[in-house]
């Protein structure tokens, strides 16, 4: 697991700051629309994730229980995703 980063009150943890192995795996089975931007020091970072979502998908990831999420979908890849959580 990676530390997480703060900025105005959002914990995020930035995607390229993981390693390869979760950068990609987190590529392959997160919610694009999970993938946010912050500002910050008048740069946008653009692969940054709250860290609570990070944590989940870590600790579900840790388990072997990650869901390969179709990214091109919307309405099947929030889906699928949300009931993964439950």
Known sequence: MIEREFY???EFVRIS???KEQ????HASFPK????????DE????DCIQYHDYH????KSDQGALPVVDNKAEDVHANSFDMALK
């Open 8 to 10: 105005k009150g959002i």
């Open 17 to 19: 700051n993981l390693t």
């Open 23 to 26: 950068s990609e795996r987190i």
């Open 33 to 40: 629309e999970k993938i946010i931007k912050i500002l910050r």
């Open 43 to 46: 740069v946008i970072l653009k």
């Open 56 to 59: 989940e998908w870590f600790r």
